[in-house]
């Protein structure tokens, strides 16, 4: 590993690797990111090295394994370039098809293809799916094309230009007035502008400095951070490092949750092999910069994703937040000006510098400038990771990226913003994605969780699922947070119980006036968002629960029973074998009957009854018809035939 | 677990309070809890006080203070898989099992933790067996996959 | 100490660079009600009984007056209607643990708080932290702590620090707004602390 010490060497060195490297060489890149190793992208790696063995190829065709391209509904992903050809939910079992036919027979595997689900035209370009055409993916684009755990790679697409650039051509104050310029705001959830944050710490008196990355990605539904730091590390120690140089600082830190092990992992390769090739450690490219990182991982509490607690923690300490003033950047980390910011907000840095501040202000809406990376989820066909310009509409996002609601049920709302949002209604998915307009429809940013909600979404549920979160996350220290999300929780579990009273409404606004306005962080500060959020778009359901203990949606479980209608049941003892609590008695040519004493409400019945029978139906708000009498319940299947 | 074994981890990180953390990190991870004379020794040779030492294994998560079975399930309550049903899923586990969340069983053969985002919500409801994960766990078919561990 | 000018219910104030709004306001003899605070001890801005409204940056905030720095210009006001209305919540919420609480019934009485608002918790320790704070920072003796975190966030004593210092102590006892402490202590020592004979052993040695 020779050591690069100057701008010079980078380039001639990337020169040297790019001579190396055949463009036209097939490549079959895997995604080995969490997602796709959990559907057993390993095995399919496994599989074509074997199988390229097996036909002598290995020096022909390289395999790469790379990080998460985001299209995680359809994983294990691989894409073959040079013809950036996308195959989905690839098996092992493909692998000696793919290569044959594809790789040396240059013949497209149809069965492997995308098919558009309206005009079902076929799709071969990963560049021409819906799914990535209706993106911009400038931080997520690079995941597919490199090996994570290979510096190499990273330079040969043009990596550490943007440090040696920075080093070489900027002074420190000039990469704070790009970063002002870019107007890039804090993709970690509040949204605060950037440069300024940087600019504080510069200003702040004192020798010490640190720069910090908050890999906490505590939101429950969030994974663009994991994806990012899986799949590209380097995009981020290398804007880490631009930002370290424009403040300052001269030792940094990735604080990871012990969650990720692969980003972890990967994190922890990348400061290695930066550190090996001169990136990181002394004079950094000739420069006279020091620098150097640090790994820590956080011990599972998603109050240590709040600046200040993440601090504490890194200090051995519990993740207690410490009141603001005084801020980090004048003192945090052992009392010295720190500056903190999200991983997506370091990976953007590297891209301004090399492309100047218009890279970011030419995308997006004049309060939120460049791209933002989404986690769609839940009920949407598309789920993965979407990397979108702000400013597009919350509609396109989940119906043109998105695919839309799947199994023909109706959108009831969107939840953004993690524990600290809210749930945005159909109404207002016209809404161009930007900070201070997702605001004033009373939900946030976030740090990109999109949860996609149809009408088999309890609100009252979703508010009480929040607060039942937060009330284990909250560090306890002040009685607002503490004590009022435990308030609010058990108003809420009564109303979802049908111990729903009038005036528990009012109560928990009440409630909710005083935990914003009087906690110590942020954590107790927006916690009582998704209940006001949820009561000021459906109200309407919160009084079903209270006034007829009815539950809209069919999940409360105190609210709801399983009924198998008596006229519709043939008897197919599917339910009946199904049965977790074995609830459900009668034979081959008796009518199912659930005991709802047993019964535990999970819902398997309604889910395996064959839907040409439909015969099992749900219940609330209205008391459960008494089984029909033993002699009733027999079958008598001649008759039906005369 | 040894007071070497324990040393020999101790000795990796600065030997400081702010290596508290990342040391009980190791030693969970490799001897699955931690008992009181690991944290005694550590006490000792980082010089942090006990009671932070005991507020820090409480608070954070990761820790646990009793011994873990020999297979470990985490259930993702995490919002995508709470819309996908995630409740009922972890209510059918703690059926079969007969624990709750936080709790090992007597045989220790089984520990039940609840996890909030694992980063695999295309895939909810997921449920996770040391470190195998399962996808689109319909609570029937959870019976099933934990059928397969001894 | 260069000297900062703020505004506190429309008074005047002169503080020092460095002080908080609390002691601002004490220095003037204005009052405000706290709950966590003790001279001793670093300030905590646990109870937020002490919140105060701000005016900072154009928006009014309210804000732990034990913790925040004073600023030049500041516009303070200890009393409000939403002062008010969230010091009574919050009393009502430290009710709802400890109803009879010493230490709070002038205020329950002053802001008209409810004790029974809120049905009653189990643990009659309202988490002020005075306790667990006075043992760490001046007697050093880190004999309770703090567990978990959240709602289920305690107090506990380590059985075998505070079966050695406790004893000849006990100096945390008279802090405690609520006498759960002294419970917690006597339970501890029934139910966690090494043996009798054990503990006369060592104290006969006078190494207590």
Not at chain 1, 127 to 141: T, V
Not at chain 1, 444 to 457: A, C, F, K, Q
Not at chain 3, 66 to 82: A, G
Request: aromatic share 6%; hydrophobic share 35%; proline share 6%.
């Amino acid at each position: 590993m020779p050591r690069i010490n100057s701008p010079a060497e980078l380039e001639e060195f990337r020169k040297d690797i790019m001579s190396k490297r055949d463009p036209k060489r097939p490549c079959i890149a895997v995604c080995t990111g969490t997602g796709c190793l959990a559907l057993g992208a390993a095995k399919v790696v496994a599989a074509f090295k074997e199988e390229l063995k097996k036909q002598g190829l290995q020096r022909k065709v390289d395999i790469r394994e790379t990080g998460c391209p985001g299209f995680c509904e359809r994983g294990p992903l691989i894409v073959i370039h040079p013809e950036e050809i996308c195959y989905l939910r690839v098996q092992p079992g493909d692998a000696e098809e793919i290569i044959s036919q594809t790789i040396l027979a240059k013949k497209i595997i149809d069965r492997l293809l995308y098919v558009d689900p309206i005009t079902g035209e076929k799709i071969i370009h990963e560049s021409e799916i819906p799914f990535y055409k209706n993106q911009k993916r400038h931080l997520l684009g690079n995941n597919i094309k490199i090996d994570p755990k290979s510096i190499v790679d990273y330079l040969a697409v043009g990596g550490y230009s943007a440090l040696a650039k920075a080093l070489s051509q900027e002074t420190p104050e000039q990469v704070v007035e790009m970063v002002k310029d870019s107007n890039l705001r804090g993709r970690g959830g509040a949204g605060f502008p950037a440069g300024k944050k940087w600019e504080f710490a510069r200003k702040s008196p004192g020798d010490t400095k640190y720069v910090v990355v908050n890999a906490d990605e505590g939101d429950p539904g969030a994974f663009m951070d994991r994806a990012v730091l899986e799949g590209n590390p380097f995009s981020v120690l290398e804007g880490l490092t631009i930002g370290a140089y424009a403040i300052g600082s001269h030792e940094g830190y990735f604080y990871v949750r012990q969650e990720y092990p692969l980003a972890v992992e990967n994190v922890t390769l990348a400061i290695k092999q930066a550190e090996e090739y001169g990136f990181l450690g002394k004079n950094i490219l000739g420069s006279g910069f020091d620098f150097t990182v640090k790994v820590h991982r956080g011990a599972g509490a998603f109050v240590c994703g709040e600046e200040t607690s993440l601090l504490r923690s890194l200090e051995g300490k519990p993740g207690e937040p410490r009141a603001r003033p005084p801020y980090p950047a004048v003192k945090g980390l052992r009392d010295k000006p720190t500056n903190i910011n999200n991983v997506e907000t370091w990976a953007n840095i590297p891209l301004i510098v090399t492309n100047g501040p218009e890279f970011l202000t030419s995308i997006g809406t004049k309060g939120s400038t460049g791209t933002k990376i989404f986690s769609l989820v839940g009920k949407v066909n598309n789920t993965g990771l979407v990397e979108v310009p702000m400013g597009i509409t919350l509609r396109d996002i989940i119906y043109k990226v998105g695919g839309g609601v799947p199994g023909g049920k109706k959108f009831k709302a969107v939840q953004t913003g993690g524990p600290s949002g809210g749930c945005i209604p159909e109404k207002h998915l016209d809404i161009k994605v930007d900070f201070d307009e997702l605001r004033k429809v009373g939900a946030i940013m976030g740090s990109g969780g999109m949860i996609v909600m149809d009408e088999d979404t309890c609100m009252v549920d979703v508010a009480k699922y929040f607060l039942n979160f937060l009330t284990g996350e909250s560090c306890g220290k002040c009685t607002p947070c503490r004590e009022g999300i435990r308030q609010m929780l058990k108003i809420l579990t009564n109303i979802s119980g049908g111990k729903g009273r009038e005036g528990d409404i009012e109560l928990l606004e009440e409630l909710a006036q005083t935990t914003r306005d009087a906690s110590l962080c942020a954590l107790g500060g927006t916690a009582p968002n998704p209940v006001l959020n949820t009561i000021r778009y459906f109200r309407d359901e919160y009084e079903a629960h209270i006034k007829e203990k009815r539950c809209p949606a069919y999940v409360c479980k105190e609210l709801i029973a399983y009924h198998i209608d008596p006229e519709k049941c043939q008897a197919c003892m599917i339910c009946l074998r199904k049965c977790p609590a074995q609830a459900i008695s009668g034979g081959k040519k008796q009518i199912h009957v659930i005991d709802q004493e047993k019964c535990t409400k999970c819902g398997t019945c309604f889910e395996v009854c064959p839907a040409r029978f439909d015969a099992v139906r749900r219940l609330s708000g209205v008391p459960v018809p008494p089984p029909i009498p033993e002699e009733a319940r027999m079958i008598v299947r001649e008759s039906k035939q005369k | 677990m040894d007071n070497a074994k324990i040393d020999n981890i101790i000795d990796k990180y600065p030997s400081d309070p702010s290596s508290l953390i990342q040391v009980l990190l190791d030693i969970q991870h490799e001897n699955r809890w931690l008992p009181e004379e690991a944290l005694k020794r550590v006490s000792e040779k980082l010089r942090v006080p006990l009671n932070r030492i005991q507020h820090i294994i409480t608070f954070y998560k990761a820790f646990s203070v009793v011994p873990k079975g020999r297979h470990e399930i985490h259930v993702c309550t995490g919002t995508a898989c709470h819309v996908r049903g995630a409740p009922r899923l972890l209510s059918t586990v703690q059926d079969l099992t007969g624990i709750k969340p936080g709790e090992t069983d007597q045989d220790l053969k089984f520990s039940l933790e609840t996890v909030n985002c694992v980063g695999c919500c295309a895939l909810g409801p997921v449920m996770v067996v040391d470190g195998e994960y399962h996808g689109n766990m319909a609570p029937a078919k959870s019976e099933d996959v934990l059928k397969e561990y001894e | 100490m260069s000297e900062i000018l703020l505004q506190i219910d429309g008074r005047e104030v002169e503080a020092k660079e460095g002080m908080t709004i609390l002691e601002a306001a004490r220095s003037a003899g204005i009052f405000i009600p706290t709950l966590c605070h003790h001279e001793k001890l670093e300030p905590y801005g646990a109870c937020r009984i002490c919140v105060v409204e701000a005016d900072v940056g154009g928006r009014t905030s309210l804000v732990a007056s034990c913790l925040y720095p004073v600023e030049k210009n500041l516009v303070v006001r200890t009393r409000s209607e939403k002062v008010d209305k969230t010091r009574k919540m919050i009393l009502e919420l430290l009710l709802a643990h400890a109803p009879d609480a010493p230490a709070l019934q002038e205020l329950v009485q002053q802001y008209g708080a409810d004790k029974d608002r809120f049905e009653k918790e189990s643990s009659f320790c309202v988490l002020c932290g005075l306790c667990v704070r006075y043992c760490t920072e001046v007697k050093k003796k880190n004999a309770i702590g703090f567990f978990d975190r959240g709602a289920r966030r305690e107090i506990n004593f380590i059985p075998e620090i505070a079966s050695r210092e406790c004893w000849n102590c006990k100096e945390c006892f008279p802090l405690c707004p609520t006498s759960y402490l002294q419970a917690a202590y006597h339970l501890t020592e029934a139910l966690a602390f090494p043996s009798p004979s054990f503990l006369i052993r060592v104290r006969g040695t006078g190494n207590a």
